[in-house]
């Protein structure tokens, strides 16, 4: 199983990117996925969750600006980002989540993709 993020790079202030996270080795229907960050000398922090049943979830400091979605038919989830500011600029992390009908909790991370946000 395997996590990987795409679409990272320099975008100015007021900007938009897309980043996308192909799962692969296992159907992304069943899992809950999230986007986190981290920030230079900052913990890893959670941004945006989607659910199996397409609920979102938002952390205050991006919602209204930031768009969590995901296409299982590509088994691809994405962290669409607009009004980016220089205070967004991370390290980005897909991870994927669920509890298998043993009771076994299987948790999967991408290798990170840089977001810089300067002029």
């Known amino acids: 199983v395997q996590l990987v993020e795409f679409g990272g790079g320099l975008v100015q202030p007021g900007g938009s990117l897309t980043l996308p996270c192909a799962l692969s080795g296992t159907a992304l229907s069943l899992y809950v996925t999230y986007w986190y960050r981290q920030a230079p000398g900052k913990k890893r922090e959670q941004v945006a969750r989607?659910?199996?049943?397409?609920?979102?979830t938002y952390e205050e400091f991006v919602e209204g600006r930031f768009t969590i979605s995901r296409d299982n038919a590509k088994n691809t989830v994405y962290l669409q980002m607009n009004s980016l500011k220089p205070e967004d600029a991370a390290i980005y992390f897909c991870n994927a989540k669920r509890i298998t009908g043993m009771n076994e909790e299987l948790n999967y991370w991408g290798q990170g993709t840089q977001v810089t946000v300067s002029s």
């Open positions: 989607v659910t199996r049943g397409d609920i979102t």
